[in-house]
């Protein structure tokens, strides 16, 4: 079944592609140009001079946790301190949930997602800390998002000893969550894990097969970006407070620097240096970071705008970083670019141009979603 696509007013591919009009062909692109020279397809639909983008590629979620931590953020907005403790109770939570429990919570969080533009999302464990919860975690991420990470370096669990979960988590743990995982990240931050200990595991990743990924640099200026650049991690998420040197190296890396700015405000942290990134040449991507502790929002419109609004991100910038930059952190040219053979995963704004995300701040703009050729909104 072939859909041709009509009236597109703004057409954003990220690519040399252009136009208004595309055939969705399956589940991929097909073709992208003027309507006046598109080939015959089987259905068309006109979108009456809206805007056209690829779907959002979340690039950054935590999204297999149970429980809730309403409280917790209520005490933030009070003035208390954002820590990586309060994982601890999100990792309680998880281990009591049910399978069918936490698979209907990355369902929903997934479908939430997909209702706002949101095409491809990858996901993490790192709330369940133990083998067989680990496991499961990863396991039950696997039915629902597209892209599987294995965070059991995400906090050293109340009461054990770091060097020895540091053991467990390269070990026995590595072994039994590879087998389902495309990536291993850790949360190289004070009171989470340090220079060595993340080395380690993302050493002991590596030499599984895994691509790398890092948290770095969400609390204050720490190794995080450097170990990311050092050990060339596809990503380095928060990248809140970043020093000229680690600017620099990202610049002068393949490492994408992965902003989080619904997490930052969430938190009450500063925003991100965006604007310094992409003067320096690093490369940007924007995610949500959904998780119940520290961003709990699946919306990556509010990202989009606030990098634009706060972060002085052209719009752009911010509307390519949420898109081919999301794809790029996770080593992807299938998704987040509209081209001939590219995945058939668009997003049509009830609005001329993506201009509007950041101009109707908080004005829900999505029209219609398609998701691998289907049309699921
Ligand atoms: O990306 N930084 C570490 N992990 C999550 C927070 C998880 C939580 O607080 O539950 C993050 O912000």
């Not at 639909?45 to 209520?74: K, N, Q």
């Not at 340090?194 to 990924?213: C, I, M, N, W």
């Not at 709990?296 to 970083?321: D, G, N, P």
Request: aromatic share 6%.
């Amino acid at each position: 079944m072939s859909v041709l696509i009509t009236g597109i007013g703004e057409l954003t591919t990220n690519t040399e592609f252009g136009g208004d009009a595309l055939i969705i062909d399956g589940t991929e692109i097909a073709w992208v140009g003027q309507a006046a020279s598109a080939p015959a397809a089987d259905e068309r639909v006109d979108v009456e001079g809206r805007a056209v983008l690829p779907g959002w590629v979340d690039s950054h979620t935590h999204l297999v946790f149970a429980g809730d931590r309403t409280a917790e953020f209520g005490a933030r907005m009070a003035g208390k301190p954002y820590t990586a403790g309060g994982i601890a109770v999100t990792v309680n939570a998880t281990r009591q949930a049910a399978d069918a429990e936490l698979s209907e919570v990355v369902r929903k969080h997934v479908a939430e997602a997909l209702r706002q533009g949101t095409t491809f999302v990858e996901t993490k464990t790192g709330y369940g800390l133990n083998v067989p919860d680990e496991v499961r975690s990863a396991r039950i991420a696997a039915e629902h998002a597209d892209e599987i990470t294995f965070l059991g370096a995400h906090l050293v669990p109340p009461g054990e000893d770091a060097d020895t979960y540091v053991d467990l988590v390269r070990g026995e743990m590595l072994d039994a969550v590879a087998p389902l995982v495309r990536w291993a990240d850790v949360f190289c931050e004070k009171g989470a894990f340090d220079y060595d200990q993340s080395k380690a595991v993302l050493v002991a990743a590596r030499e599984k097969g895994l691509g790398l990924r890092v948290h770095g640099n969400q609390l204050g200026e720490g190794p995080g970006v450097r170990l990311a650049v050092e050990l060339g991690a596809a990503s380095v998420d928060h990248c809140t407070y970043l020093s000229q040197h680690d600017i620099d190296a990202l610049a002068s890396s393949d490492t994408v620097a992965t902003l989080l700015p619904a997490c930052d405000l969430s938190t009450r942290q500063s925003l991100p240096p965006a604007r310094a990134l992409l003067d320096a040449g690093a490369t940007v991507a924007l995610a949500s970071n959904c998780n119940p502790g520290s961003s709990y929002t699946s919306s990556m419109a509010f990202c989009v705008t606030t990098a634009v609004l706060q972060m002085r991100m052209t719009v752009e910038e911010a509307v390519w970083s949420a898109t081919a930059g999301g794809a790029q952190a996770l080593r992807r040219d299938d998704v987040g670019v509209i081209r001939p053979g590219a995945c058939a995963d668009l997003h049509v704004l009830d609005a001329p141009s993506v201009t509007h995300l950041a101009y109707r701040p908080g004005v829900p703009l999505t029209r219609a979603v398609w998701r691998r050729g289907e049309r699921v909104v």
